[in-house]
């Protein structure tokens, strides 16, 4: 059986604490009145009972010596004696087997049995209290309120469901499943199996509830990122219409709830509660959570001003560099980390450096993260394992592999994350030889790799779409024994779709005994990526039968492959389940539904839609333009814009290519150049090929078509071949053969391709020259370029139902 360290046993300890810091705890008593006690329960005792106190800080030596002495003094059978000293051999970690101690120590009193389960539990040994629990039911010695609250705080601690339903009936028979402090575990056991509908349940079952009730609910919320957790903050009204006052742990909750959903209403409400109520001033929790919401929630001033007036500690810092980091702000994140060390003058720990870390791996900035680690070796920081495979990952992402390797060989202890960041990185770089290797060199030296080396691996080939490699990690996974592993069955999926064979992933989801959510939702997207719309709507309906609830991804999914089918009454099946879901709020899923209704050709509800959102991101405008323009309205995609502009909503590369389309089939050739000049000029928008190629084909529809060809000159792109080749056209059309001549020769020293060869073959025969034209397709063929003739689909279609 697993025996937990003495960190465990400290982190348990602190989360008990967590859980009820508001119960006042009476001070131990004096070792007089202990040594008194244990005199009247037994002659000579008190003074045993002193020195088996003194000797618990010492080490488990003197504790065996002690032990043995009360047992030759004949006291094996002392309930009080016995207890502690089961108490004092859990608290040093090493606590014995459970069937030689309990025996002796402990007779037919349930309350003896309770105050051992409360210590066992404390000290951080869950499996032995579920073993006391199992102990008192078959000695028939009964169950009660404290039994029962630890035993399901012990299932909770071991994500045992199964135990802890049978607890639960337990409590259920006895009467104490509307107890508030058995009530308030059963919310944490089912919160931290992420079953909330259940949790709830048993919330609203308590009678009289309390703040531990109220605060555990909350919790259980703030640690289960989903659309329900919007119900905290009617929780958190409930309580005070109670007359309940809201404590420090239920802000911190509050606050995480407010970061995860990007509420920054309810999260200026609950900071401002906490400012009036006078709580947790100057405390580091409650500021870290603060700085940590507003993160979040992207008001990175707000958060900046809240660590100015706070406490400034490191946590503080590493909330909001983490924060930062993860919305993309890196350079926010190395500028205020240069404000802590120099302005603030804050000792930075290994989260701070880890995350400047990070922040330079995403700017993929090798001068930073060379700095960053010469600061490290300045200060005789010691590189452990962490850093150094953080910076192991930063180089591979600058494309400094041999300075990664270098850092690699140098370490002294090597573990599987550092192989893993290898391995991840060395297929990242195209180097999928080097990184079986470099497994197979970790299997040399006895490092077994494990899921996450799995998953590296099938992420990046599925990327790069390399199915032979695939096979053979799926393969290797087989032997290995990590199939049954869910997750990695699951990048199977994901990454025989991305391949393209979609058979291979239907047979790995079959084979999987237990699907979960991403199970379901890896095979619609595989089956949308390979154009099978109709199977992606199949199987979300197979999933509810299933008893799996989508969330918004797959909803997202079945919405996009209803749109494709051109399946209307479908759109509005998925928007009739999103209300019932209550994802209705759910920004990213309005928007998939804003495009699926265009699509469908029902404009109407598509604009309905973008109306009725209280909350709109710039991917809702990027839809509603997109929806305009599929139905030529072009006048209002320019309405729109304007309105972005005017509501400083920052466009980006999607709305400018919507924009620009609209202005070139309406033929306003001045309002697209106004656009396409403030996109770059105002907003910072680099064009792509897909700008250049609106502005290209507006200018040709207008006729301008040196203009044109300028501006592909000046442009940044570095392959211009598809913009030339539009531009060719539409000399074509317009006769334009001596500016058609000079891009036919660019064209022919940047392209190969046979579709390029006959067009520039038609434009010298519209020319006359129909040598030169001949000769073009001669080169052509002689290159083994041959364009595919055009075909029906339905004609294909009715060949192949012919050969059946």
């Known amino acids: 059986m697993r025996r937990s360290g003495p960190n465990a046993r400290t982190g348990l300890r602190a989360r008990e604490a967590r859980d009820r810091p508001w119960e006042k705890r009476a001070p131990p008593p004096p070792q007089e009145a202990l ?29 065996k010596k002690l032990h043995a002495r009360v047992l030759t003094l004949g006291l094996g059978r002392d309930v009080t004696l016995g207890f502690e000293i089961l108490i004092c051999y859990a608290s040093l970690g090493v606590l014995p087997k459970t069937s030689l101690c309990f025996q002796g120590f402990l007779n037919d009193d349930l309350s003896q049995w309770s105050s051992a389960m409360v210590g066992i539990f404390r000290a951080g040994y869950p499996e032995e209290a579920i073993l006391l629990h199992r102990g008192l039911k078959l000695r028939q010695i ?32 006895l009467g104490l499943s509307r107890d508030k402090f058995v009530g308030s575990s059963l919310v944490g056991l089912y919160s931290k199996l992420a079953r909330m509908a259940d949790s709830h349940k048993v919330f609203e079952e308590i009678l009289d509830k309390d703040i531990v009730s109220y ?39 509050l606050l995480q709830v407010s970061g995860n959903l990007g509420a920054i209403r309810e999260g200026k409400s609950v900071h401002s509660y906490s400012v009036r109520r006078g709580i947790g001033v100057s405390d580091e929790v409650l500021e870290t959570s603060l700085v940590h919401m507003y993160t979040r929630c992207g008001a990175y001033q707000l958060a900046s001003a809240v660590l100015k007036n706070s406490m400034q500690s490191v946590a503080s810092w590493n909330a909001l560099l983490a ?64 850093l150094a495979t953080a910076l192991i990952e930063v180089y591979f992402k600058c494309t400094r592999t041999m300075r990664s390797r270098r850092l690699f060989d140098q370490l002294t202890v090597r573990d599987v994350v550092s192989y893993n960041a290898m391995i991840y990185g060395y297929l990242q770089s195209g180097m999928a030889n080097e990184a079986i290797t470099l497994l197979k060199e970790m299997m040399a030296e006895c490092i077994a790799p494990n899921s996450v080396t799995v998953l590296s691996l099938l992420a990046a080939i599925a990327d790069h779409k390399d199915f032979i490699r695939g096979r053979w990690i799926h393969g290797f996974a087989i032997r290995h024994g990590f199939c049954s592993d869910v997750d990695i069955a699951n990048q199977i999926i994901r990454m025989y779709s991305g391949c393209g064979k979609i058979a291979a992933a239907r047979i790995v989801f079959a084979s999987l005994e237990k699907k979960n959510l991403i199970s379901w939702t890896a095979m619609m997207m595989g089956c949308l990526f390979c154009g099978n719309g109709g199977e992606t709507v199949r199987l979300l309906q197979l999933m509810q039968q299933h008893g799996e609830k989508p969330d918004s991804v797959t909803v997202m999914a079945a919405t996009q492959a209803a749109s494709e089918l051109g399946h209307l009454k479908g759109v509005k099946q998925i928007h009739c389940f999103v209300y019932r879901a209550l994802l209705e709020k759910d920004t990213k899923t309005a928007n998939s539904l804003i495009i699926a209704y265009a699509k469908c ?33 072009y006048i209002k995609v320019l309405e729109m814009f304007k309105l972005m502009e005017e509501g400083n909503i920052n466009p980006d590369g999607l709305t400018f290519s919507s924009v620009l389309s609209a202005c070139s089939h309406a033929g306003l050739v001045k309002e697209g150049l106004r656009i396409f000049q403030v996109m770059t000029s105002m907003y910072s928008v680099l064009p792509q090929e897909e700008h250049y190629g609106c502005i290209v084909d507006l200018l040709s529809r207008a006729g301008h078509l040196e203009e044109g060809y300028k501006l592909i000159k000046l442009s940044t792109l570095n392959d211009r071949s598809s913009v030339l080749c539009a531009l060719l056209s539409a000399c074509r059309t317009h006769g334009n053969t001596i500016l058609g001549q000079i891009i036919s020769d660019e064209l022919l020293e940047l392209e190969q391709n046979p579709g390029t060869y006959a067009l520039i073959s038609e434009v010298f025969a519209q020319k006359g020259q129909w040598n030169k034209s001949a000769s073009i397709r001669n080169i052509a063929k002689e290159s083994g370029l041959r364009k595919l003739p055009g075909s029906s689909f339905i004609e294909s279609v009715e060949k192949a139902n012919n050969l059946r």
């Open 35 to 63: 040594a008194g006690e244990a005199e009247v329960a037994a002659p000579g005792t008190g003074r045993r009972f002193v020195e088996l106190e003194q000797v618990v800080g010492r080490d488990v030596r003197s504790l």
């Open 215 to 253: 605060t555990s609910m909350i919790t259980g919320y703030s640690e289960n990122m989903d659309s329900t957790s919007w119900n905290a903050f009617k929780i958190a009204s409930d309580m005070l219409r109670s007359n309940l006052e809201v404590n420090r742990v239920t802000l911190v909750s």
């Open 601 to 633: 050709g029902r404009l109407d509800l598509s604009v309905g839609l973008f109306l009725s959102l209280e909350n709109r991101d710039l991917d809702s405008w990027n839809a509603m333009i997109s929806a305009y323009g599929m139905h030529g309205f």
């Open 142 to 173: 009964g169950l009660d309120e404290k039994a029962i609250t630890f035993g399901l705080k012990s299932c909770a601690e071991l994500r045992n469901l199964l135990l802890g339903k049978g607890m639960h009936a337990d409590s259920l028979k």
């Open 323 to 386: 924060g930062l980091v993860r919305t993309g702000q890196s350079g926010n994140a190395i500028h205020h980390f240069s404000v802590m060390l120099h302005e603030h003058k804050a000792i930075p720990d290994s989260v701070t450096y880890a995350n400047v870390i990070s922040a330079c791996a995403e700017l993929r900035n090798s001068v930073c993260a060379a700095s960053v680690h010469a600061y490290l070796i300045r200060r005789s920081i010691h590189l452990d394992v962490v």
